[in-house]
Every structure is written in C-alpha cells, then in structure tokens.
C-alpha cells in the first residue's frame, strides 16, 4: 500500500482559493487512479474528484464542478486538487486515496487501497 500525505488545508474567506497536495512516500503513486474525498462534521465521506493514473482523466461531483481542479504530476508522485471560489458548504476534512480501478481510470465510488491522514479545510467570514 501506498503510504498518502495530504497538505495544504487551512482557513480562507467565502470566495477563496487553496491548493491540497497529496504525495506518496515511495515510487508508484503513477500506477493508481486518485481520488479527493471530503468528510464534513456529522456527514458521510463524499467523493470529490478524481484522476486516472496515465490518461489524465478527470471526474467532479457537481458539487465542485467549475471551481476545483485536480491534477497529477508523477515525476513528483504528487496529485493535486486547486480549489478556487471556496463556499461554506466545502468545509471539511479533505482525503486523498490510493484507489484499485480497472486499468486506472479514475471512478468516483472505487475500491481504496489506501487513505491519506487527511487535511483541514475551514471556509468561513
């Protein structure tokens, strides 16, 4: 399993912008479609977006549709989530995952192979 350490969290204003990073401790982080998910106070876990290993493929929930962008650099084994325009509604702790999909398309209800720690995102005036 891969070993994900997720950064970049932290309190903006409605209207603000923060980019996450979700990095891996080994070589490999190439061979897996990745996954941002969110859990809210009191709420399930959600998808939020996801990327395919190689193609580069992405998919949103409607919710983030517009205003988040996920991204993969592999040389750095590093996936990225920019998110711009940040509501109240996004506070959560935000996860990246290891997910197991067929030839690493990204889906976004996939199997997990391993979860990062998560990191804190807080959107409020």
């Known amino acids: 399993q891969l070993q994900l350490v997720e950064s970049g969290g932290g309190s903006v204003q409605p209207g603000g912008s923060l980019r996450l990073s979700c990095v891996a401790s080994?070589?490999?982080?190439?061979?897996?479609?990745i996954g941002w998910f969110r859990q809210a106070p009191g709420k399930e876990r959600e998808a939020v977006s996801c990327?395919?290993?190689?193609?580069?493929?992405?998919k949103y929930a409607d919710s983030v549709k517009g205003r988040f962008t996920i991204s993969r650099d592999n040389a750095k084994n590093t996936v990225y989530l920019q998110m711009n325009s940040l509501k109240p509604d996004d506070t959560a702790v935000y996860y990246c995952?290891?997910?197991?999909?067929?030839?690493?398309?990204?889906?976004?209800?996939?199997?997990?192979?391993?979860w990062g720690q998560g990191t804190q995102v807080t959107v409020s005036s």
């Open positions: 990327i395919s290993s190689t193609s580069g493929r992405t």
């Open positions: 080994e070589f490999g982080l190439n061979y897996y479609a």
């Open positions: 995952a290891a997910t197991i999909t067929l030839q690493g398309i990204c889906a976004m209800n996939p199997l997990i192979d391993s």
